[in-house]
């Protein structure tokens, strides 16, 4: 999972008026105001904020939204949010600034009011300070653009966090990407299996077939569909530490035969494959290799094959304003990393191929149920999560991470998707859709 910033994420930033700051107040102080005005203009939910001060501020009317519940224990809390936007609100999170019984909560009110209020999102750029601030972090975001070496950066502070790390608290597939549920009393293995059949029949694998998975993690997808179907994949990943577990993941399965995985970065592959498929790895490219990554698919596809992506999206309108800005999820868990629309994916495929989009799924209530199934064995494993040398503050950040997300996707701020593409006439297509060979 890259898994995933949002279009617009939480972002309590709306500075109506440019106050002229009074010598005597502090900068806290100053914020606080112009903050608070914009605040008790969203009308959706009920937020109750208990202030520092001992007094309570409610704010919404109730209707039409969530209710939730933040204590602010400092000041700080407001200096975060009016300079920093949704980066300033989970970094008051994680210095432990305000609490809240429910993150979730909290953060669908944000979005769902700065839906209702877009204004709000953009009004206070009018301050110069706040202007000032926002860049350096996106001048720092540009400056970890996925070039070879910073792609192979990016993803090993992610994904080399440790291999234990992540098996304390994904499924025993280890899949790090969203499920497909299909029923309410699914497990999250399960889920996660469907989602990689739902992809081998979406590709129309067969024992013929030689599979090129691009960012094959720990090897889930590649153990699956060799298993059910008897093709060859090679995944390629520039993780090392995934790298050695797929390896030892397949072995143990026996399917040495049938899967080869290459520590390689998607620039570097050559040869063609009858079916391509990536997994939630695309939000990991970035907007300015997007149409690399795209071309690549086109050289490397055999003239009759197809192309399966499972990828987070923003709404196409949303895009622009993603791209110009940074979030709490590009600076603190992912860097480098920028989701997709739709639009500008197909956009990519069309510059610089004839792979067009012949049919798309989407999933988002699925993630939303994901991310609450890890966060839930997150937080049962927290004891052994310390134990393995990560401090409390590291837990905070990745309890604000899954439930941070667990919102966009609950109110598809933001969404998954899995898409497939294919060329013109192509055969293989027009058999599976005729029921041949299905």
């Known amino acids: 999972m890259t898994p995933t910033e949002t279009s617009t994420a939480p972002s309590p930033v709306g500075i109506a008026t440019k106050p002229t700051a009074p010598a005597t107040s502090s900068l806290a102080d100053w914020l606080r105001r112009p903050l608070m005005k914009t605040l008790r203009g969203f009308q959706l939910g009920r937020l109750q904020l208990d202030l520092p001060d001992g007094s309570t501020e409610i704010l919404g009317t109730g209707e039409g939204g969530p209710r939730a519940r933040a204590s602010i224990h400092s000041d700080e809390f407001f200096r975060k949010c009016a300079l ?26 944000f979005i769902v009011n ?182 690549k698919c086109h050289e490397v596809l055999a003239p009759g094959g197809l192309l399966a992506v499972q990828m987070i999206t923003v709404p196409d309108c949303d895009h622009a304003e993603l791209k110009r800005g940074t979030d709490f999820i590009q600076k603190h868990i992912f860097p480098g990393s920028l989701l997709l629309s739709i639009g500008r994916m197909n956009q990519a495929m069309n510059r610089t191929g004839n792979l067009f989009l012949h049919g798309l799924e989407d999933m988002g209530a699925s993630y939303s149920r994901t991310l609450r199934e890890w966060h839930r064995a997150f937080d049962e494993k927290r004891d052994e999560v310390k134990s393995q040398g990560f401090s409390d503050r590291f837990i905070r950040k990745w309890n604000y991470y899954l439930k941070y997300c667990e919102a966009a996707f609950s109110t598809r701020n933001i969404s998954v998707v899995q898409a497939v593409y294919t060329r013109p006439v192509n055969f293989q297509t027009l058999h599976h859709e005729n029921g041949v060979n299905s």
Not at 84 to 109: C, F, H, K, Q, S
Not at 180 to 185: E, N
């Open 84 to 109: 920093y936007g949704n980066v300033g609100l989970g970094e008051a999170y994680l210095d432990g600034d305000w609490d809240t019984p429910d993150i979730r909560a909290v953060i669908e009110w």
């Open 114 to 295: 700065l839906h209702a209020d877009p204004s709000a999102r953009g009004s206070s750029q009018r301050l110069k300070l706040v202007g000032v601030l926002r860049m350096l972090d996106r001048i720092a975001h540009r400056f970890r653009a996925n070039s070879k070496t910073m792609s192979r950066r990016n993803i090993e502070e992610h994904y080399d966090l440790g291999n234990d790390f992540y098996r304390l608290w994904l499924d025993p597939t280890m899949t790090y990407s969203s499920a497909r549920f299909t029923s309410p009393d699914q497990s999250l293995e399960s889920g996660q299996h469907a989602k990689y059949e739902a992809l081998c029949r979406k590709l129309n694998l067969s024992s013929e077939d030689h599979v090129l998975e691009i960012g094959c993690g720990w090897g889930g997808f590649a153990i699956h569909a060799a298993t059910h179907y008897g093709c060859r994949v090679t995944g390629v990943t520039i993780s090392p530490a995934q790298y050695a577990e797929a390896v030892e993941r397949i072995r143990a399965a026996g399917l040495e035969d049938r899967i080869e995985i290459c520590l390689q970065d998607y620039r570097d592959i050559r040869g063609q494959f009858d079916k391509i498929v990536s997994i939630e790895m695309l939000e990991a490219v970035g907007d300015q290799y997007l149409e690399t990554w795209c071309a």
